[in-house]
Each structure stands twice: as C-alpha cells, then as structure tokens.
C-alpha cells in the first residue's frame, strides 16, 4: 500500500498546471503546497485493495477526490471570509475573492481531467467507469447542498438537531462516504458492499465532524490547533449548542440565546457555554453520539475481507478519533 499511496503523493505534488494565465493557475499550485493529511484519496486507495483489487486502478479516483476536497476549501474559506488555511492566508486573502473563485473553478476542471484517466483503464468495465463518475458527481451535489444549509444556519435560532445532522452529513461526512465508494467501485464489488462502503465513510464523516465540534469547546488548544471556544465566538450552531438547548432549563436555554447571539463574545462568555454544556449533560452526550457514529462505522467495515488494507483503514480511523484533548 504505502508504494500506491507514494505514488499518489507524486501524482498530486506534480500535477500538470499551466502556467498561464498567472493570476488564475499560481493560486492553484500555492493551495496544493500547503499538504493536508490526505484521509480521503487514502480511503480511495485502501478500500480498493481491502475488497482485494489493485489499489494502482483507484489513482486517479483518489487524485479526484483530493482536488474536489481542496476546491471545497478554497470556496468555503471565501463564504467564510476566513484569512488563514492550515496556517497560511488563504487564496482569498493572498490574492481576492475574485481570483479565488476562478482558480478554485479551474481546479475543479483539473480534478475532472483526472478521474477521466479512469475511462482508459482496460480492466475496468463501463459500468464500473460509469459507477466512479455517479458517485462523484452526486458528491459534488450533495456537498454544495451541505454548503447551502451550512449558510441557511447562520440567521437561524431554531435550527433542529436533526437538521444539523443533515447538513453535516452532507457537507462534510459525504465526500469522505464518497471516497470509500469510490474504492468499492474501482473493485467492482457488489451493491451490498458498495452501500456498505459508503455507509462506513458517512458515520466515519459525521463521528469526525461532532467530534471536531466538542474539540473545539473542551480540547487543548496547543494540540488542536485551535483557540479554544473558537465557534462560540463565532456564534456557531454545533452539536454541542443544539444539545445544550435541547437539554437546558427554561432559564439556561434564555442565557444560552442571549451568548448565541451577542454580536461580540467576551472570554467570560466562553466560559459560561462551555459550563452550560458540562451542567446540561451535552459533553457526556457527544461523547456518546461520536462512539454511536463510530461503532456504526466499524460494523459496516467488518462486512469486508479481513486483510492487511482494511486493518489500515481501522488504524486511519483511529488516529482520526484519537485526536488530542
């Protein structure tokens, strides 16, 4: 496995992108350069060999997938107005929004040209081709429709738990549930284990991400990486806030409303939440919902062969869930 993935990282470092114009394909490389752990091509590659096939096949799926995510980044960090990505500024503010929105559309046509390599594959049949293509580009759909409600979110006080769920899982839980589909695809296994595989990628997507949420209220800053309480100041709605008001007393769940919606938090109101969340039971709560999300995952890994790829993809999970307090 590890001489697939070196060649993926080979692949994507050295990509083919033009030169000119300038203005539109610099910021593409300068995005590239920035690195990332790569958890969804690498999903792509090992469960292509976990369902016994050669992981080779799945390259330019997995090189796809990696520019699609990274073309979810560019545009999300322009409707978040977010200055820095993985500690450099991002294309909006290195460059501006206009610029951003053209290169991460270029980007996009580049991930395009990619999976098409997939389409000259003699061992791959047309329905196989036609099956990597689906899915795809019903996960583009699905992740924009996830950066919509995203959005929707943001004037909203009565968002339901349920909604959150939804929005998650599509925008975030659905291309990491793509990757992993995409590699049952590549192997051309059966629909029981191609739902299987993306069932495992969606409840690995949305364990992540309400983890990333508790993270973000009880981790440790100089671990995470992240200023503690950052999506409170920022007036967030997260799992933890919609459990908390789920779970609040008449009187809490005022003083929860009131914090939510300040336009400007101070440290003391940081603290408050996060006190609301540890009284209302919340941080027990998420905790179990993650393990939920988790145990789901591991039970449609297990409908799998059991071989060396898919104790990788166990091990992946792990380092994703083990995250630093």
């Not at 001489?3 to 990282?9: D, H, I, L, M």
């Not at 991460?104 to 991930?111: E, H, K, N, R, V």
């Not at 990628?201 to 949420?213: K, L, P």
């Not at 400007?264 to 006190?275: G, H, M, P």
Request: hydrophobic residues 40%; negative net charge; contains cysteine.
């Amino acid at each position: 496995m590890h001489s697939v993935y070196k060649r993926f990282e080979e692949e994507i470092s050295s990509l083919p992108v033009e030169t000119e114009p300038f203005s539109l394909y610099e910021p593409i490389r300068y995005t590239l350069q920035l690195g990332g752990k790569h958890v969804r091509p690498r999903l792509v590659l090992l469960t292509t060999k976990m369902c016994e096939s050669n992981p080779d096949l799945a390259l330019p799926a997995a090189k796809a997938v990696e520019l699609l995510h990274v073309f979810t980044l560019i545009h999300d960090d322009i409707m978040d107005k977010a200055d820095t990505r993985r500690g450099k500024l991002t294309v909006a503010k290195k460059w501006d929004e206009n610029i951003a929105i053209l290169s991460g559309d270029a980007l996009f046509g580049i991930a395009l040209e990619q999976l098409n390599e997939i389409a000259s594959i003699p061992e791959l049949s047309k329905e196989q081709v036609q099956g990597v293509f689906s899915t795809f580009l019903k996960a583009v759909r699905i992740v924009c429709e996830g950066q919509s409600l995203d959005m929707s979110f943001e004037d909203r006080i009565d968002v339901s738990k349920d909604e959150y769920i939804t929005m998650i899982g599509a925008k975030t839980a659905a291309l990491i549930a793509a990757s992993s589909e995409l590699g049952a695809r590549v192997a051309g296994v059966s629909d029981e284990l191609i739902t299987a595989a993306y069932e495992f990628g969606w409840n690995i997507g949305t364990a992540f991400q309400i983890q990333d949420d508790y993270l973000d209220a009880v981790g440790d800053a100089q671990k995470t990486g992240k200023k503690v309480g950052g999506d409170i100041l920022e007036g967030k709605k997260t799992y933890l806030t919609l459990t908390a008001l789920e779970n609040a007393s008449a009187e809490m769940k005022s003083e929860l409303l009131d914090i939510i919606q300040k336009d400007e938090k101070s440290d003391a109101d940081v603290a408050r939440v996060i006190a609301i969340y540890r009284e209302t039971g919340t941080l027990d709560q998420t905790e179990q919902s993650i393990q939920k999300y988790y145990s789901v995952a591991l039970d449609n890994l297990g409908k799998f062969p059991d071989n060396d790829a898919r104790n990788e993809i166990k091990s992946l999970v792990n380092q994703l869930m083990q995250r630093e307090k």
